[in-house]
């Protein structure tokens, strides 16, 4: 065992400790007063079903936290990388088929072992508290469609850039960052015309009060719209959601059924002039520079230290190999990803302000308002979080604090 053997067990461990500090930091605000601002989200048994929900949830992280946590050093101290690298030696000798296999039978074993965890979170707690819509043949179906899109996405991309570290050596960082920045772009533009379907149905919003509201909206604003579709996301929840995609004759937007059902139809339109605020901030834009320039940084790192014996040798694996290297590295680099998320959480926020004020500007603020006191009741949402765990976690500000900037 190696003393970067030891390093990982440590940012494994010392990850999970604080983890764990923010989980029981943030539960203990449960029972906070809540503000004068939110006392009409829930009435008083919706409050305490609320409350009962967080710390279900809160006691549920901390088994499966803890489980994946022993899982994980488990597999490392008993040679569970170096067992599965044997048996992919045993079977080819081909280093992206050896990566292939290596990853297959990791991920697919790994989800095995936690699919009880997500059985329970489903059909136990969600069914409790009144949200699941999804049926135990439509769970595993997901299951398989996950495998199969893994394997062919993260597959190809992995032997592509094995293949250019073959064939550039420590360069093929370089066209590994090309590959993988052009997919995220691709992505980007067709994952709800490609992706979106293999899970969910999506039918154009019906001509009606509500279409015409979204277009007059969208023709104020200067916002060319041609694509507006409903997603079926009744179908396994009944929370509510509406996402911005796409960017050029490819944008669209994506309403959730739910959110048509749960809000009224200025509300509706409220909540699509901030995802245009997104758009109209070039957020979207930013976000996916941000996101490859940070791909490309990872990968010229592990260019660095992808030769070095130590790095498979740090996950008990004896051969070198590309494989396992990446397994080490990806650990080894971790904290530096956990910085780098902390800064993109931070300017999420600061976006999200921003696509408030461009719908308040643009719309007004009272129906946004209105439609996120009522998403964040049928979400049964944390109305009082702690500020380290926000810091930490929260892509968006909370509710409090966007509705105290929307009335500013």
């Known amino acids: 065992m190696s003393f970067l053997f030891y390093i990982i067990i440590a940012i494994l461990i010392l990850q999970f400790l604080l983890e764990t500090y923010l989980d029981i930091l943030n539960a203990r ?20 079903k609320s409350q009962e929900y967080k710390k279900t949830r809160y006691r549920f992280g901390l088994v499966s936290s803890t489980f994946s946590l022993l899982l994980t ?23 992206i088929l050896m990566a292939l296999l290596f990853f297959g039978i990791i991920l697919i074993m790994s989800d095995i072992v936690t699919t009880p965890f997500s059985y329970y979170s489903t059909f136990v707690i969600e069914e409790k508290f009144g949200f699941n819509k999804t049926t135990p043949g439509l769970f595993f179906m997901d299951k398989l469609k996950g495998w199969l899109m893994s394997g062919i996405l993260g597959g190809g991309i992995l032997a592509a850039i094995i293949w250019f570290y073959q064939w550039a050596g420590n360069n093929f960082w370089i066209y590994a960052w090309a590959i993988v920045a052009l997919f995220s772009l691709f992505m980007n533009l067709f994952y709800s015309r490609l992706i979106v379907p293999l899970f969910n149905k999506q039918t154009p919003l019906e001509s009606g009060s509500l ?24 179908r396994r929840s009944t929370k509510a959601n509406a996402y911005f995609s796409g960017f050029g004759k490819e944008k669209r937007i994506t309403l959730y059924d739910t959110l048509i059902n749960d809000l009224e139809e200025d509300e509706i339109v409220a909540v699509l002039a901030h995802e245009v605020g997104h758009y109209k901030r070039k957020h979207i834009i930013f976000n996916l520079a941000a996101t490859i320039l940070l791909t490309g940084l990872t990968l010229f790192i592990l260019s660095l230290f992808i030769n070095n014996p130590e790095i498979s040798e740090a996950i008990g694996v004896t051969r070198p190999s590309f494989h396992a290297a990446l ?15 902390l800064v993109m959480n931070y300017l999420s926020r600061k976006f999200e302000y921003e696509a408030d004020d461009y719908a308040k500007n643009t719309f ?42 929307l009335k500013a």
């Open 29 to 48: 605000h449960y029972n906070d007063p809540v503000p004068d601002e939110l006392n009409d989200v829930f009435d008083i048994t919706e409050y305490q």
């Open 73 to 95: 050093l488990g597999f490392l101290i008993f040679g569970g990388f170096e067992w599965v690298d044997g048996i992919v030696r045993g079977i080819t000798d081909n280093p």
């Open 211 to 234: 279409k015409s509201k979204i277009e007059g909206y969208a023709q104020k604003v200067g916002f060319e719209l041609k694509n507006i579709f409903v997603i079926d996301g009744s």
């Open 327 to 341: 397994i080490g590295f990806g650990i080894l680099y971790s904290p530096i990803s956990e910085v780098t998320g």
């Open 364 to 405: 007004a603020p009272s129906p946004l308002i209105s439609s996120l006191k009522k998403l964040s009741n049928n979400s049964l949402s944390n109305l009082t979080p702690h500020p380290a765990y926000v810091f930490m976690h929260y892509s968006h500000p909370p509710l409090i604090d966007r509705i105290r900037n």
